[in-house]
């Protein structure tokens, strides 16, 4: 069974255990149930959407820094759109599943609630991942590649300051 988490009201981050992986037909269904059962009208199924994603990792360094930097660009459009879903469904009330069914992809799933939480509470990012690490099941493990991610948008918040 996919692992269903109530991030906040009416908003749901669905993966695939890694602890247990399914099918995806299987994961499809139990999405669909849930959906249904919860009456849930809008799904975000990210996995076509990420086919990006370390890509950059098998190349030569001259060419794998400017594909991180258009991975980190995509990545961190997406996560501002999330966020703005996110916020939608929250302050009206409309339920939304957030999915990620593929292995590599799950640590984007986690990074849109380590965003999401540093972005609209405030949090400083290593404290959002304490905070989620007891809600999560199973082990997500972020990549190096993320952990660069979030140390360059950390840098950027930093020297935006305004004093």
């Known amino acids: ?17 890694p602890l247990n992986i399914q099918s995806t037909g299987d994961y499809k269904i139990e999405m669909k149930k849930f959906a249904e059962t ?3 009208k809008s799904i975000i199924e990210l996995d076509d959407k990420l086919g990006f994603w370390q890509k950059s990792s098998s190349y030569i360094n001259d060419i794998k820094v400017q594909m991180e930097k258009d991975e980190f660009a995509k990545l961190l459009a997406i ?21 990620t069914y593929n292995q590599p992809y799950l640590e984007i799933g986690l990074s849109i609630w380590i965003y999401f939480f540093n972005q609209n509470a405030g949090l400083p990012f290593d404290n959002v991942i304490k905070l989620l690490s007891y809600k999560i ?4 493990a972020l990549s190096d590649t993320m952990k660069k991610f979030f140390a360059f948008l950390n840098l950027n918040q930093v020297s935006n300051v305004k004093l």
């Open 137 to 140: 099941i199973g082990s997500i």
């Open 79 to 99: 996560l501002k759109k999330i966020n703005e879903i996110v916020n939608n469904a929250y302050t009206s009330n409309q339920s939304c599943i957030i999915s």
């Open 1 to 17: 069974m996919p692992i269903i988490i109530n991030i906040l009201p009416n908003v749901y981050w669905l993966y695939n255990n």
């Open 38 to 40: 919860n009456n849930i």
